[in-house]
């Protein structure tokens, strides 16, 4: 058996049946988009820096072997991911300080995005270290410009909390931002959501994107009440959903007092006092304590 050291890896890629050799890479960390599902939807410039990295963090291993190998890219792969952050990051750090060449990916899509790499972005800043962004595929940017409704402005606000109650406060803090909307959403609770959604927000367009760029990717279109009951009867919605909410339109920014007035004594009518003000202050968006002292001057009036 030879004693001779392996040759080095000579950093290359495959597309469209050509091998091509990427170009040496500077140090530091970069930060690399990669497809939401359709592998074609990959830049010349993510697949060379994958190639040419001494290593690859990844959230998902697994999933990114897939990537790589499609793209007959060796580069080893290393887990990082919210579990194992923690103790990644100093040894992460230790490799960009020794002048290491390292890319950052996430199972899909723009990392940093509803993932843990924000941490390490921000430590690798701190210490003055190389960041670089390589561009490209975000499932928040596909679903938005496909919605139809207002981009000029636009809030991400991921996923929202599971539980009601919490999920509807979010809601209704959220109510009053002068842009669209855009959430994650798993599909066991986009009904739910959406019916939260509905009751909070009211009538405003909508739209629910479904496995984009995949084979499978649909993109429903309508009014808050009108989605949320077609995923009520929707048992099908499976897979990654990014959902889309128009801004409010003027009266909601600001209800009418007599708008107020009225709700707030149909719901004293059917609860207490308490009970009204949050449904009521939910419904139109309107601070708790500008509902709480119109509530109280309606119970003391004649």
């Given at each position: ?20 050799e ?9 930060i690399?988009?990669?497809?939401i ?10 697949l ?104 000029d ?17 979010r ?6 931002i ?32 479904r ?16 989605l ?53 202050a ?17 119970t003391r009036?004649?």
């Amino acid at each position: 058996m030879s004693n001779q050291p392996a040759p080095p890896r000579k950093p290359s890629y495959t597309a469209f049946g050509l091998k091509a050799e990427a170009e040496p890479l500077g140090p530091g960390l970069h930060i690399v988009a990669t497809p939401i599902g359709n592998l074609r939807d990959i830049s010349f410039r993510a697949l060379a820096t994958l190639a040419a990295a001494d290593a690859v963090l990844a959230e998902d291993t697994r999933t990114s072997k897939t990537l790589l190998a499609h793209y007959g890219i060796s580069t080893p792969l290393l887990p990082y991911h919210e579990h194992n952050a923690p103790q990644m990051r100093p040894k992460v750090l230790a490799k960009l300080r020794e002048g290491g060449k390292l890319a950052l990916i996430s199972d899909a899509g723009t990392p940093l995005v509803s993932d843990p790499g924000y941490k390490l972005v921000a430590d690798v800043v701190a210490e003055g270290l190389p960041v670089t962004g390589i561009p490209g595929p975000s499932a928040v940017l596909a679903a938005l410009v496909l919605a139809g409704l207002p981009t000029d402005r636009f809030f991400f606000e991921g996923f929202l909390p599971p539980k009601a109650a919490a999920r509807r406060g979010r809601l209704t803090e959220l109510a009053a931002i002068p842009g669209t909307l855009v959430f994650f959403e798993s599909p066991r609770r986009l009904a739910e959501m959406l019916a939260d959604a509905a009751a909070v927000l009211g009538a405003r367009p909508g739209a629910v994107a479904r496995e984009l760029t995949k084979f499978h990717e649909t993109v429903q279109r309508g009014r808050l009440p009108e989605l949320a009951a077609h995923y009520a009867e929707d048992e099908e919605a499976r897979g990654e959903i990014v959902v889309i909410i128009g801004p409010p339109g003027a009266d909601e920014l600001a209800p009418a007092g007599d708008v107020i007035d009225e709700r707030l004594q149909a719901a004293l009518a059917l609860v207490s006092l308490k009970e009204a003000v949050a449904q009521v202050a939910a419904e139109t968006g309107q601070p708790r304590r500008k509902i709480y002292a119109r509530a109280l001057e309606l119970t003391r009036e004649p």
